[in-house]
């Protein structure tokens, strides 16, 4: 059989495939994997960036935020290209 019971075995309970329950994994694994990134980025750029907190940014602490950004973005990328290449 191609499914799991999600619930009691009583009639009319919901069914969901292997496929399904695959998908709805990946999706919960990518909310997790891009608000751990989200918040990993906000700490180390913030920190690095911004050295007085007010109310605005300044320009330069804009655009060191962008570039912090960019440049955490590009490590990750080469790093999951590493990954995957080493794992095949």
């Known amino acids: 059989m ?3 019971s999600s619930g009691s075995t009583g009639a009319g ?3 969901i495939s292997t496929d399904e329950l695959m998908d709805q994994m990946k999706v919960q694994f990518a909310q997790a994997y ?3 990134f989200l918040e990993t ?3 180390k750029c913030f920190d690095k960036c911004i050295t007085k907190p007010g109310s605005s940014l300044s320009g330069s602490e804009s655009s ?3 570039r912090c950004v960019d440049r955490y973005i590009e490590a990750t990328g080469i790093v999951g290209k590493a ?3 080493a794992s095949r």
């Open 2 to 4: 191609d499914s799991f």
């Open 64 to 66: 060191c935020i962008s």
């Open 83 to 85: 990954l995957f290449s």
């Open 13 to 15: 309970s919901p069914q």
């Open 34 to 36: 891009a608000q751990e």
């Open 41 to 43: 980025v906000r700490g």
